[in-house]
Nanobody, 126 residues
Framework: QVQLAESGGGLVQAGDSLRVSCQAS????????MGWFRQAPGKEREFVGG????????GYSDSVKGRFTISRDNAKNLVSLQMNSLKPEDTAVYYC???????????????????WGQGTQVTVSS
């Protein structure tokens, strides 16, 4: 089992930056990919990006590419999502997720990740 806890959400203005983090505990040593997803009110949960825990390979959705950066600290079991140039449409609950699957890339489907955090709210005002 893996427990995931997000932190760092909040209210910011358009153009600001914000960093959210995901602390993993439990059976963390075998996690292969950590992903970030978000869900806005009335919308489906969507892929934001992710990182492979061994090679540090990243993948991002087109909507955040160039603005968001994912990093990992394996020693601390911590994955962070740095969000720059935030837009009102980035407003959502942000979730981190983990998988132990044999992926060589970052999967973008929610079904690929069996472990999820409780989410943290990010609100971007215009």
């Amino acid at each position: 089992q893996v427990q995931l806890a997000e932190s760092g959400g909040g209210l910011v203005q358009a153009g600001d930056s914000l960093r959210v983090s995901c602390q993993a505990s439990g059976r963390t040593g075998s996690a292969t990919v950590m992903g970030w997803f978000r869900q806005a009110p009335g919308k489906e949960r969507e892929f934001v990006g992710g990182i492979t825990m061994t090679g540090g390979r990243t993948g991002y959705s087109d909507s955040v590419k160039g603005r968001f950066t994912i990093s990992r600290d394996n020693a601390k079991n911590l994955v962070s999502l740095q969000m720059n140039s935030l837009k009102p449409e980035d407003t959502a609950v942000y979730y981190c997720a983990a998988t132990f699957g044999a992926y060589m890339f970052v999967p973008s489907r929610t079904s690929s990740y069996p472990y999820w955090g409780q989410g943290t709210q990010v609100t971007v005002s215009s």
